[in-house]
């Protein structure tokens, strides 16, 4: 996780003259380090992939598949890096989307640039941050909905991790059985542990225990 003397950040937006105004507020900041720019969905899961920023910004509507389809993407391959989205949708379905796909920022264009700043530092900390206008539509929207299986909530990759955890696996373990790096395992448990709104790895395994997972 990044620390606050150091964010190395990717901005990808298919606005050229924003994208270049959010460009220069973050060169203001001593903290902050853009590695990467973009303006599409698909260049930003490669940027990902090239640069492994702690903090990537996504726009919504986007050419090649859109920052949604980028964030799921993303959240998957590099699950260490925090998405935030930086929109001009202030739709409740597209912040529930986002959230659901792994973003754990929101903030909407109309925002100052501290907020903005403010947004980065607080996810590349490991916090969520939301525009707080939007913070009560998502309330709103949340309630206007059924309630739902918790596992839904999860990625196909953190239902495996999960599964596996449920069974009795180390994190070892499960890095072995998927191919992935013991660091990673970790960070899709702690992305797990958020969803389900649970403390501890037990907690979790018995959850899905109980909802038929393991």
């Known amino acids: 996780m990044a620390t606050m003397a150091h964010i190395r950040i990717v901005v990808v937006d298919d606005h050229p003259l924003f994208r270049q105004g959010v460009l220069f507020t973050l060169s203001r900041e001593p903290d902050i380090e853009v590695v990467g720019e973009g303006e599409s969905g698909r260049q930003a899961v490669e940027l990902v992939q090239r640069y492994r920023p702690d903090v990537v910004l996504l726009d919504i509507t986007m050419p090649e598949g859109g920052g949604l389809s980028a964030a799921a993407q993303i959240t998957q391959i590099a699950p260490e890096t925090a998405v935030v989205m930086l929109t001009a949708s202030e739709e409740g379905d597209d912040l529930l989307t986002a959230m659901k796909a792994g973003a754990r920022g929101y903030v909407v264009k109309g925002a100052g640039a501290s907020e903005v700043v403010t947004a980065i530092r607080a996810v590349a900390q490991g916090a969520a941050y939301i525009t707080p206008k939007m913070a009560g539509q998502l309330v709103v929207e949340m309630t206007r909905r059924p309630a739902q299986d918790p596992l839904d909530e999860l990625t196909e ?15 070892k373990e499960i890095g072995d059985r998927l191919s992935l790096a013991e660091k990673t395992v970790k960070h899709y448990m702690t992305s797990v542990l958020q969803k389900l709104h649970v403390r501890s790895r037990l907690e979790a395994a018995l959850l899905a225990q109980k909802l038929g997972l393991s």
């Open 157 to 171: 990759r953190e239902r495996q991790v999960l599964e596996l955890v449920a069974q009795g696996h180390s994190n």
